[in-house]
Each structure stands twice: as C-alpha cells, then as structure tokens.
C-alpha cells in the first residue's frame, strides 16, 4: 500500500507544485542521494581506523571498532503543505566494507522547500515483518526467539576492561524483547525517527548525514561496557538504553546541489 501511495503522490504533487509559490514549476525532479560519514566526537572515522583501540569513550574505557552497520528506512519529504512523500525504502549501511556509504534514493524528488526531511533508524514494527532476501544474505536477521525481523545495528568490537585486558562488546541494537521463546513479548518500540529538518530542493542534491559514533556510549546514558558488553539482545533495558542514545547520534552535516 505505501509504494501505491508514492506513485499517487507523485501525481498529485506535480500538479501541486505548479501552483505552490514555494515550488519551482520550471526545474526538473531532481535525483537526490543521502552520504553517509562518521566521526567519533568529531574526528572523523572510517574502515582503516578499525581493529585498533584507539577510541575512548564517555565512561572512559579504550575500545576499538570492528564492524558497524546498520539499516535505514522509511525516507520521507514533508512539504510547506505538510504533505508527505513517502519513498518506502531502505538501506544497509555498512562502514565495514564500505558499501551503501551512498545511497541513491531512487526516487526524482520534485524540486521546493521541504519543512524537514527524515528516516527511520532500523525498521518500524510493520516493515520488520517483510521478507528481505539481500538483508538475509547479510546474516541481518533476529532469531525467532527473539521476535524475529532484522537488527537495526550490527556494532562490534573490543574494550579494554577493569583489568585492562582486551575483551569483546557487541553494541546490536533489535526491537526489545521480553520473554525469549516461542512467545516474546515487546516492551517498547525502540526504532525511532531521525527528523533532518528543512531542506531545499534545486537541483540534484546531495543530502550529508554524520554519525557520531561515541554517542552511542554517551547521553542520556553514560554506558559502562563492563556491565553491558555482550548478549545485549534479550536485555530490553538495554535496547531501550540503545534507543534513547541513539537518537542524539545523526546530524544533517550538508546539503549540496550539483
């Protein structure tokens, strides 16, 4: 029904546009990619920075990363009307191996102002039911005794602990999960909404988002990976941790038109 809903708008916001002031009726749709990039408080990080501890985070603990990826959905364009494009995608962005850093959104977006542009941190409970053959093949998937569906985020690594010897962290981020079995239940939704804010619309655009890796350990939560490193899963807690750092870890860092 979404991509049904896509198609109709389309329609409907050309005619639209033609006659909306904040509109350019004589530019073409443009194509539109998000970048991703990702820092650590600022510094910039990327697959070369990997498998080294060299990173500190707000509890203090030295930690390396060793992979991360993580899946965004739902991109949507809200107008000055408040009307609302829904692309009804997804991407697995995975700074392990450098794939999907860009992200055509495959959709030409009608030129104006938009009030804000946002995305869906991993999956909403609907599109967490659907089937997706290449997340499959990336080994994405929650088990069934664990509500089944796909990670949000896949972040490994290793710390040095309180005895300073090097063990591992596995910072997965799934919808939490209570009762692990053949009935889960679910406590709390923790995908959530990254809201870009307004964006104009000329041209071909590039929309440049920044993760801030060590946000994750930082606020509200200042995360002790001594008590929460590994098998993090089944502990609802700390998903619901997960979810109320993360959503303080994007930022629109630029918008460019080619």
Not at 18 to 27: G, K
Request: aromatic share 14%; proline share 4%; glycine share 4%.
């Amino acid at each position: 029904m979404k991509k049904i809903f896509v198609l109709v708008f389309v329609t409907t916001f050309c005619f639209w546009s033609c006659t909306d002031d904040d509109n350019n009726s004589n530019l073409n749709p443009a194509n539109t990619t998000f970048n991703f990039s990702h820092n650590w408080d600022g510094i910039p990080v990327n697959s070369t920075d990997f498998n080294t501890i060299q990173f500190t985070n707000q509890n203090g603990e030295m930690l390396s990363i060793e992979r991360l990826r993580y899946v965004l959905s739902d991109i949507t364009f809200t107008t000055t009307s408040n009307e609302v494009l829904d692309l009804d995608n997804y991407n697995l962005v995975d700074l392990t191996n450098n794939t999907n850093l860009e992200f055509d959104l495959g959709t030409q977006i009608p030129p104006g102002n938009y009030n804000n542009v946002s995305f869906t941190f991993g999956f909403d409970n609907e599109d967490n039911t659907q089937n997706y053959v290449d997340l499959n093949s990336a080994s994405f998937n929650v088990p069934d005794m664990l509500g089944g569906g796909y990670h949000y985020m896949q972040f490994d690594g290793k710390y040095l602990d309180s005895n300073n010897n090097e063990a591992n962290f596995n910072y997965h981020a799934i919808r939490a999960v209570d009762n692990p079995g053949m009935n889960p239940t679910f406590p709390q939704d923790t995908f959530f909404k990254v809201n870009l804010g307004p964006i104009s619309i000329s041209d071909d655009t590039n929309i440049n988002i920044a993760m801030n890796i060590a946000q994750w350990f930082k606020e509200p939560n200042t995360w002790d990976l001594n008590q929460l490193n590994t098998v993090l899963m089944p502990n609802s807690a700390a998903q619901i941790l997960m979810f109320e750092n993360g959503k303080n870890v994007f930022s629109l860092e630029s918008v460019t038109q080619e």
